[in-house]
Every structure is written in C-alpha cells, then in structure tokens.
C-alpha cells in the first residue's frame, strides 16, 4: 500500500532562516507528489505538486521542492521563511485507482516561525 | 468564486444525535470528497462521489453516509453521533480529467465535537 512519511512533527525556526520539510513516500510507480499547506482555521491550500519532468518544481509564496526516486524524497524547501509561512505543511501522493484518483496525506508537519 | 463552502463551521453533538454536513461548490467539478482530520493521522478519506447521484466508500466510512443529489452539493451525514466522530471535516473537489483530478480544493473546515 502507498504511504506518505513526514518525519518531523514540528519544527521552529527563526524569520528569515531557511527551511526543509521532509517528505518520504512508498510507490511502486511514478509517483505524483504534493504538498499543502494549512492555515490556522483553514482548509488546505495547494503549494505545489510534481507529475513529470523536471525534478525540481517550483509553487507558491516562494516555495520549492524536489523529487529524489533515488531517496524516494520530496523535500519542500523555503531559502528565508516569513511570519507568516506558520502553518501545517503535508505531503500527498497520488495513486491511480480503478474508480478514482486517490490523494494519500501524510501526518503533517507543524511550522513555527519564532520573529 | 466562492470555491468550496462547508456550513456549519462548528457544531456540538450529543451522543446519538444526528447531523448533515453541507459542502458546496462553484467550480463545476465532477469529483467531490469527505475527509476527516485528526491530530498527528493526516487526512483520512470518509466518502467520495465521483458524479452527480454517485458515492463511494473511503477509508473511514462506517459510521457516515453522503450523498450527492446535485453536481455542486456533497452531504455528509452523520445517523448517530459517537465521541470517536469529535474531530475536522473537510470538504474537497475536484475536476476528473487526467492529473488534475488530483489537484483537490477544500473547503474551511467544520470543527464537531461529540460529547
């Protein structure tokens, strides 16, 4: 079955710091890869996501991951983080089924930006 | 565009009870999705519909029951409310064609407490 692993259940840095969020997925195939990103309060927002091609993909507000099929990784990564990047980040993966196009979250990771 | 709407935001149930959730979308998407969150276990997926008169079970269906009489409307139902259900509801959708049916929209959220 796919999985999604996020290793870090919270992380602080400081404002302007850079920042790595680790993602690591199980998928036999190619695999399409997200990321989200949830506000306090608020239903989660698309940051970016990987289908094909270039590895290193760039999204919104800033942010960046890459795919690694060596290290089964998909890192988001932020060179300076702003207040308000505060949030809940997850990683997804899509998995084709028969019926529907499956997205499976991992458990999050929880930002704090300390100013 | 309004995008997903999810009333009520908050709600608090005695054991037993019962409820509808609403989720609403403008989006014209053919794909619509139930979610609940719970700390530290990501998303996890309740009932899905991919049409208008369609659904399906998800990962955690028992307990829950949708249904999607309009392409727009997605319920969620809950007969009778137990504690284990206290938790985040997400409403989500999505289009159906190829990879963008991955790209899920959500809604804010609607916060249940059962006691």
């Known amino acids: 079955a796919q999985s999604v692993t996020q290793p870090d259940i919270h992380i602080t840095v400081s404002e302007g710091a850079s920042l790595e969020l680790r993602c690591n997925y199980s998928y036999g195939a190619t695999p399409y890869l997200f990321w989200y990103v949830q506000s306090p309060g608020q239903g989660l927002q698309l940051l970016l996501k990987y289908f094909s091609g270039d590895t290193l993909v760039q999204g919104i507000k800033g942010f960046e991951a890459e795919f690694k099929r060596s290290q089964s990784s998909f890192n988001l990564r932020k060179p300076s983080v702003h207040w308000s990047d505060a949030a809940e980040y997850f990683c997804a993966v899509g998995e084709r089924k028969t019926s529907y196009d499956k997205v499976i979250f991992g458990p999050g990771t929880s930002l704090s930006v300390i100013p | 565009n309004a995008g997903v709407t999810q009333t009520p935001k908050f709600r608090v149930l005695k054991t037993g009870q019962s409820m509808t959730l609403l989720c609403a979308q403008d989006m014209n998407h053919e794909y619509m999705y139930w979610y609940r969150q719970d700390p530290g276990m990501g998303l996890r997926l309740i009932h899905y519909s991919v049409g208008e008169g369609t659904t399906a079970k998800g990962e955690v269906p028992d307990g829950y029951n949708v249904s999607r009489l309009k392409k727009q409307n997605f319920l969620l139902g809950l007969e009778s409310a137990a504690p284990s259900q206290t938790s985040v509801y997400f409403c989500?959708?999505?289009?159906?064609?190829?990879?963008?049916?991955?790209?899920?929209?959500f809604g804010p959220g609607t916060r249940l407490t059962v006691t």
């Open positions: 989500a959708s999505s289009y159906h064609t190829g990879k963008s049916s991955y790209e899920q929209y």
